[in-house]
């Protein structure tokens, strides 16, 4: 029940973030204050920490900030600018820390070691400095490129432009957080919304002797590129950043134990009115460099970081009305329209419900009136309804039994594990029948995750779609441009954009292509998990034949419920006409292994047991780094089957009897060139 509330509340989420992610990072006009965007941020962040079935393209766990604004020139950043997960509570610490400790294979290890640093609400900058030099300056932007406002970073004080430090490294980039202090925003506040709009808006200036009147300060706290970094710690590199001239966060701490990460975030959010900058919680980073480097990174954030932030905020309002929204995978999310309300400095007319069954559980009716909580989140969520305010008259809701969108059929899916049916109630259509289906698909289909087309937003596609310009992906690349140049809001310019940013895309990874596709289930991992294996767009066409879709079944990582999903996107006569229309209008690269000729190349592998101080993740990421490849089953493809303690017998035996070589860790670790 519970997975699919979350899942609901989550997809609802997910579109607001990216409605106020284009009003802040595209337009420069804020629409929710910088604590309300960083709480909406991190209940996304919190959910797919929790349940890692959640997956969507727009996540910011996916995708980090805005596409860099077209008025500033574009450059790649050399190291991605990762955004963070997020804890609210001691459940979220202690399962963040099981997360790594399992993954780190040390269950019996000394406690872990924290860098304690507060967050501050600003805007994330990278300074690249060469020879001491600091030569260029990016803004965060999508987390991938950045805007260059070297200029405008020029202008701040606290920025070092040259460094003379002998162990200064001959490149590096330094990271941090541009801001400004609450007592010089007050000189100020006439001209913009909160401190943070104020630095983000000055750094985005096109003028930097405008910039240079606001006084924006620097405080750094990571480093992305760097070249010869002999330091060995992340308290140790703070301490270091202060030789070199930068400014660094007073209340920054080397913290030991969850008890402890507790005791100092409550000692910090009682002083939080008395520092005279934003704060927002406290992020804690593994203090050891060379256990950063083993856990490394799951999708768009570092397993040995988090953000740990501050308390809730809460309200009471009244329920106008109860929408109902249908999802990119059907389910029907409803969300709650409310008399707008002032929750810490944001005004909210939305709330999520989650899921029928939440509105059951709560007895949520129109007309109530109920507690709305903001914990992190993008939409904020009903906690309870004050049913002493309660109308004699009031009416249960009654949950739509038919898709409101196209009138279908909708059911509840009967959930394997828990032998329940889910909570979340799902329209059937797998393809583009269901109008509100199709329009999120599309939506899907040229994401950032996806195929990332620069100037086709969420509100172009729904407009293309009532034009009837866009009914299928394969629309897109045959757009009549003609046409389009008429509408209002185009012109000859804008146009000529758009197609050139389509073309430009006709290139895509085969990982990509697949995630497009929008199957359920199917997230950038497992697209990447299955690209992988496949190799070529191709192969995975012949997935249209049932008969070879019992190959996925080798692919570790992918299992039943994954493989369901692709014979239900198959089955669907529609996506097999898109399929074959796709691959004749695109060009399908396969994604190249990381190493090509790693000691493992051509090689496969299957684990069984318990590994001696490695964990299976850390196991299956060297192999697949050493150019091996894992696979889930015993067969004539498996070449060894690694045994550790307490192997499957069954598994030992198919191997025997398939003459496969079984070999134990001492033996695999030889094989990369290790000792035990």
Not at 471 to 491: A, E
Request: glycine share 6%; charged share 30%.
């Amino acid at each position: 029940m519970k997975k699919n509330l979350v899942k609901k509340d989550y997809l609802t989420k997910i579109k607001e973030i990216q409605k106020h992610n284009k009003s802040y990072y595209d337009e420069n006009k804020p629409s929710i204050t910088d604590q309300a965007y960083d709480i909406l941020k991190n209940e996304i962040f919190v959910l797919e920490k929790k349940y890692p079935f959640l997956k969507n393209e727009k996540s910011p766990s996916n995708s980090v900030g805005y596409t860099p604004s077209k008025n500033f020139k574009k450059i790649k950043h050399k190291v991605p600018m990762l955004s963070l997960a997020n804890a609210f509570d001691e459940t979220d610490l202690l399962n963040f820390e099981k997360k790594m400790l399992n993954f780190l294979s040390m269950k019996d290890a000394p406690t872990i070691e924290y860098s304690a640093e507060p967050k501050i609400d600003g805007i994330s900058a990278s300074l690249t400095y060469i020879n001491g030099k600091f030569i260029k300056g990016l803004s965060r932007g999508d987390g991938k490129e950045g805007e260059d406002i070297t200029k405008n970073l020029n202008t701040i004080n606290d920025i070092p432009k040259f460094v003379k430090i002998n162990n200064f490294p001959s490149e590096i980039d330094i990271r941090g957080e541009v801001f400004i202090n609450n007592s010089d925003f007050k000189k100020i506040k006439d001209r913009f919304a909160n401190p943070r709009n104020a630095a983000s808006g000055s750094l985005r200036q096109k003028d930097p002797d405008a910039t240079k009147k606001i006084p924006l300060k620097f405080i750094a706290y990571t480093y992305g590129y760097v070249d010869n970094l002999n330091i060995k710690t992340q308290s140790d590199f703070l301490e270091n950043l202060k030789k070199w001239g930068f400014k660094t966060n007073p209340f920054n701490k080397k913290i030991s134990s969850i008890k402890n990460l507790i005791a100092n975030h409550v000692d910090l959010e009682k002083k939080r009115k008395e520092i005279d900058v934003d704060i927002d919680g406290i992020v804690y980073k593994v203090n050891d460099f060379d256990l950063q480097k083993r856990l490394g990174f799951a999708a768009n954030a570092p397993r040995w970081a988090i953000a740990h932030k501050f308390s809730a905020n809460k309200a009471t309002s009244e329920i106008l009305n109860i929408d109902i929204q249908v999802g990119r995978t059907g389910a029907l999310t409803p969300v709650a329209k409310i008399k707008p309300v002032n929750i810490g400095g944001v005004v909210v007319s939305n709330a999520t419900l989650h899921n029928e069954d939440e509105i059951i559980r709560k007895d949520i009716r129109v007309g109530d009136t109920v507690n709305v909580e903001r914990a992190g989140d993008v939409i904020p969520h009903v906690v309870s309804v004050d049913l002493s305010k309660r109308d004699k008259d009031s009416k249960k809701f009654s949950f739509p039994t038919n898709c409101p969108s196209c009138g279908g059929k909708t059911v509840k899916d009967y959930n394997e594990i828990t032998k329940k049916k889910d909570a979340v109630r799902r329209c059937v259509s797998e393809g583009y029948e269901c109008e509100k289906i199709a329009i999120e698909k599309l939506k899907h289909f040229v994401s950032k995750e996806a195929f990332n087309i620069d100037g086709l937003g969420k509100k172009i596609i729904e407009n293309f779609w009532h034009l009837k310009l866009i009914r299928s992906p394969n629309d897109i690349f045959d757009l009549d441009y003609h046409k389009i140049q008429k509408l209002d809001g185009w012109g000859a310019l804008s146009v000529a954009n758009l197609k050139y940013s389509i073309e430009e895309k006709k290139k895509v990874s085969l990982d990509r292509f697949i995630y497009s596709l929008g199957i359920r289930h199917i997230g950038q991992e497992n697209a990447k998990l299955i690209a992988r294996h496949l190799q070529s767009s191709l192969n995975f066409l012949k997935l249209i034949n049932k008969k070879n879709i019992k190959i996925l079944l080798d692919i570790d990582g992918i299992g039943e419920t994954q493989i369901a999903s692709i014979k239900n996107f198959f089955f669907n006569k529609f996506n097999k006409e898109i399929l074959s229309e796709l691959v004749k209008k695109l060009t399908i690269k396969s994604v190249p292994l990381k190493d090509k000729d790693g000691l493992l190349k051509n090689k496969t592998f299957m684990l069984t047991g318990k590994l001696d101080g490695i964990s299976r993740a850390e196991a299956k990421s060297l192999i697949e780094n050493n150019s091996g490849k894992i696979i889930s089953n015993v067969n004539k493809k498996l070449n060894y089957l690694i045994i550790g303690e307490k192997p499957t017998i069954k598994k030992i035996n198919l191997a025997k009897d398939l003459k496969i070589k079984i070999i134990n860790q001492v033996e695999w670790l030889k094989m990369l060139n290790k000792t035990s």
